[in-house]
């Protein structure tokens, strides 16, 4: 098995603490572990989860990617945590619904308006939850 295989059978998932930036959690998943990359991607953000809460560390707000079986495990297991989706994610979302949108008949007038929404969607989030991007 070379290098490649491993990486394109790895996942790596990890945890950062949004007052000090530094990774606090990190798992790797090989995709022996899992049925596919959607559950290799929740498999490793449990067992990230699972290693803070062995160790004592209380989580008030959890910011993530809009991956489904994160969003459901959230919402089933630990429904007292303030779950978010990131940002840049959402963002990224917001933008490909409205493309979507904008290629229907007499939608089209939406188009160049699409980015000017998304980057005030940023902003916005960004005062809100104090959580701007560094790039």
Known sequence: MTAMD???????ITLMDEDSGK???FSVVQVTKATSSNAMEKEGFKQCFESLDGDGVEIDRMATDRHVSI?????KDHPEINHQYDVWHLSKWVVKQLKSKARQKGR???SPWI???SNHLVVVLCNLWRQCPTS
Not at 6 to 12: P, R, S
Not at 71 to 75: A, H, R
């Open 115 to 117: 980015y000017s929404i």
């Open 23 to 25: 990774v606090v959690a």
């Open 108 to 110: 089209e007038e939406l």
């Open 71 to 75: 969003s459901s495990y959230m919402n």
């Open 6 to 12: 491993i990486m394109l059978n790895t996942i790596l």
